[in-house]
Each structure stands twice: as C-alpha cells, then as structure tokens.
C-alpha cells in the first residue's frame, strides 16, 4: 500500500526512540523518524484495503508510507470518526489513559486520584475518567491556565500549579488521608514528592517520565520509595503497546462519554511537515493544549 500520510501524532516517547533501544529499537542516524499517523490509502495492492481508506500505523515523519506484506499494525479509522479524535482520546493517549488507570490503578469509587502532566492528553483523560468513577481527583500542571483548564473545564476537583506553588504543602492540604493512586507522567521530582504522600494500599502507575527525557544523565531514583514498603504501595509501569489488541473495548465505554462531554477532548493541531522538530519540542515546553498533532496534508 502507498499512503498519504496527513496527520503525524507528537508524543513525549519519540525524544527517548531518538536516544537509546528500549522496549523498541533506538531510530538510527539517517533512518525516517518513527511516529504514529493517520493516512489515506493511495493505491493497494492488499485485499483489505481500497484507494480512499483512512488508516492508522507507525508511518513516520514523510509525506508518503510505503507499507509492505501483511499491512500488518495497520488499522482503518472506523467510519465517520474524525481524525483528531481517533489520534487522541481513541488514539495511544486516550487508550493509555484508560488501561493505565483502570487496569494498573484499580481505581474504587471515593478513592483520591492525583496525576501530573494533568493538563496533557494524557493526564487529562486519566483524571476525567477517575472522576466519572467516581474518585476525588487532583492534577498537577505548569500554569495558572491549564489549572484552570482542569479545574473549570475537565472537571478535577482541584489542581497545584508546580511551577508556582509548594506540591508537597498543597498535596498535605488536599490529601489528608494521602493518596491512593498517583498516575505519573512526569517522574523527577513530582514522584518523589508524591509517594511522601502515598496513602495506605496506594498504587503509583508508572505510565511516564517527562522531566527526564532530555537528561544526558540518568537522573537520581526516587529517595521515598520506602514509602512504598510502609503502606504496602504497589508500583508498576505498562506500555500501552501490550493494550492495543484491547482497543475496541476501551473506546466502547470512551465514546459515550465523549458524547455525553464528560469526558473533553482538548486537540492542539500545528501544520507542516517541516515543522515536526518543533512541534515535538512543544511536549517539553509545555507550549501544548492537549494532544499533540501535526497536520501535514488536507
Ligand atoms: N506508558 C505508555 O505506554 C505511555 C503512552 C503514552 C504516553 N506516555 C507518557 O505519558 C506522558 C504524557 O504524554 P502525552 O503524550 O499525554 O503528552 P502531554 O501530557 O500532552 O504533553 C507533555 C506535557 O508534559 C509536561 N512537561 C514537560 N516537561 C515537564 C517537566 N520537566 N516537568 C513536569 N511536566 C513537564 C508539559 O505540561 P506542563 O505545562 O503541565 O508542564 C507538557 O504539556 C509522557 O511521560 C509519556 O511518555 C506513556
């Protein structure tokens, strides 16, 4: 198959595909970079797929993808979806969103919630779909307005701006039984101020570690892990790349709810192809509203 691609997802984990192998090989020097897109099929030359088809895969940062074989990790876009959407809520981030906080959190209604990266495409759908579980939920964001974005839009009940307040002061204030579950995106820091607060049973979900992607050297582990031995805590990671053959049962229950608008959806689109460096450098800098994408053709 020939495909067009025309919209390229941006996400944090390409900075560490660009460094070292991991749980994928490392993209070498002169190699297309490697990241998620949606795309129109051109010509096929596979039974499955017409000229026409917009379809989902790891097709890189180019304008065209060939896929060859099987058309194996390629997946039509289910009818009438648009393709913001699909690449965000029922895309990678909505998915992890949903397995990593149901499936490694184990959410129970009433129980507190906190995650940081709170006002990214993923942070914010793990917080909204603690909330419509009926948990407590506090996000931790850098600004006054993504906390307001949480805390006026998404629903949260209340979010700490990193970059201007004491966390640990605020977590004491909003967490005084501690913290069940602590969705991490950002690791550094922030994880280690949070397991000081880890509540009796409590589960950190090691879903990322964004303060570190850039660091030349691997920075110093948590110093409150023991906390995790105190209150009997659990702390486990996932790659959500073990979940995808799960999808369809993760937006079944997402789609309703984004319908309903309890559960918003916030897309930041930039243009251009050559813009993809930048683009991906806005995850670091916090500059994104949302998922992140790149549209690079109509
Ligand atoms: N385990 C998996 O399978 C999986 C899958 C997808 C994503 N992830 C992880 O989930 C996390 C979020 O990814 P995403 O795609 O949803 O991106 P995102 O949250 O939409 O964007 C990244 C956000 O990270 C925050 N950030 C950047 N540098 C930071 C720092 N030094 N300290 C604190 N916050 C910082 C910024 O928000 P502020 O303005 O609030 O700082 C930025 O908007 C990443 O760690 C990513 O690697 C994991």
């Known amino acids: 198959m ?21 749980y994928l090989p490392a993209v ?8 998620f897109a949606v795309g129109r099929v051109e010509t096929s030359r ?14 890189g940062w180019q304008d065209y993808a060939v ?40 959410p129970v209604a009433g129980e507190t919630v906190v995650v940081s990266g709170a006002a990214g495409a993923t942070g914010s759908a793990v917080g909204q779909i603690a909330k419509i579980k009926g948990c407590r939920t506090i996000g931790i964001a850098g600004g006054a307005e993504k906390c307001a974005w949480l805390t006026r839009e998404a629903g949260f009940d209340a979010a700490i701006d990193y970059k201007s307040e004491d966390v640990a002061a605020r977590l004491a204030e909003l967490c ?44 110093p582990g948590p110093k409150n892990y023991l906390s995790l031995l105190i209150n009997r805590g659990r702390m486990e990671g996932f790659i959500i790349l073990d979940y995808l053959h799960r999808a369809g049962e993760a937006i079944q229950e997402l789609a309703p709810w984004i319908a309903s608008g309890q559960l918003k959806d916030r897309v930041d689109i930039q243009e251009g ?5 930048k683009t991906l450098n806005r995850l670091f800098a916090g500059e994104n509203q949302g998922k992140q994408l790149l549209k690079i053709a109509d």
């Open 2 to 22: 020939l495909i067009r691609n025309l919209y390229l997802s941006m996400d944090p984990t390409q900075r560490g595909w660009m460094a070292r192998d991991s």
């Open 28 to 35: 070498k020097i002169g190699e297309v970079m490697r990241s």
């Open 46 to 59: 596979h039974p499955g797929f017409v000229p026409g088809d917009l379809v989902q895969g790891m097709f």
């Open 67 to 106: 896929v060859a074989g099987e058309g194996r990790g390629v997946t039509k876009l289910p009818a009438g979806t648009p393709i913001p959407l699909a690449m965000s809520a029922f895309g990678a981030t909505g998915l992890t969103a949903y397995f990593g906080l149901l499936d490694v959190g184990r």
């Open 176 to 219: 005084p039984k501690g913290i069940d579950i602590y969705f991490d995106n950002v690791g550094g820091e922030l994880l280690d101020v949070a397991l000081a607060r880890l509540a009796m049973r409590g589960r950190v979900v090691l879903c990322g570690a964004i303060s570190g992607y850039n660091a030349t050297e691997m920075p």
């Open 273 to 277: 192809l050559e813009n993809a460096p």
